[in-house]
């Protein structure tokens, strides 16, 4: 009898190693920021790309770039990746200056919990 029980535990044991990890969840949100000229054909390096929260104040009077922010420049193809931890909804900002050129766009972004989400900003 005392060998059907310890066989039995070390099933349970080796089942219970095997399932707890499979529990965790990557929670990585990714965003993926692709920059076109206005035309929205081109895509445009060396753009200054900047993710950020804006935070109103309690009596909604005054607005503050919360503790979240990143920023990144585009490569040649014209995207920059971000990774968070966490779900969020973030304002984006690109701004790229080229001699006495500058040219902006903006946009939101939402982040979801463990998945890649792609915004393309059209700067003029």
Request: aromatic share 4%; hydrophobic share 40%.
């Amino acid at each position: 009898m005392k060998p059907v029980i310890l066989i039995f535990f070390t099933i349970c044991i080796l089942t219970s190693c095997l399932l707890i990890p499979s529990c965790t969840k990557d929670t990585t949100c990714v965003a993926i920021v692709n920059c076109k000229d206005s035309s929205g054909v081109n895509a445009l390096a060396d753009v200054n790309v900047k993710l950020y929260a804006l935070i109103k104040s309690a009596d909604g009077k005054t607005t503050y770039t919360g503790d979240i922010t990143q920023s990144g420049t585009t490569n040649t193809a014209g995207q920059v990746r971000f990774e968070f931890k966490l779900p969020a909804i973030l304002d984006i900002l690109a701004v790229r200056s080229k001699g006495t050129q500058t040219l902006t766009g903006t946009g939101i972004i939402k982040l979801e919990e463990g998945s890649t989400t792609e915004k393309t900003i059209l700067l003029k």
